[in-house]
């Protein structure tokens, strides 16, 4: 292999930053091939970011405002003392929400 020992005047006389590696060892090697860069997610990774993509939609439906009828009709139900809801509804709910 020559190296080519007038690497940094060339290099200043080029002006250039990007120098091919044929530049400094004289084009007697061959240049490497380019490496593309990857990114994949482990398993735990993407069950995490499912898990956050769960969340973030049962945030937007829990903060979602309610329609003026539901409330009307709930206030109605209140006043009537006919609004009942069981605590096995509530756990379904709140299971359902989860799961």
Known sequence: MK???NVYKQYVKSGNSKVSRSF???GTEKASVEKKDSFSLSSEASMFRQCGGVIKDSVSE???PASKSRINTLRQQIADGSYNVSSGQVA?????RIV
């Open 3 to 5: 190296i080519n020992t």
């Open 24 to 26: 400094f060892y004289g």
């Open 62 to 64: 829990i903060t979602a």
């Open 92 to 96: 379904d709910a709140i299971l359902d």
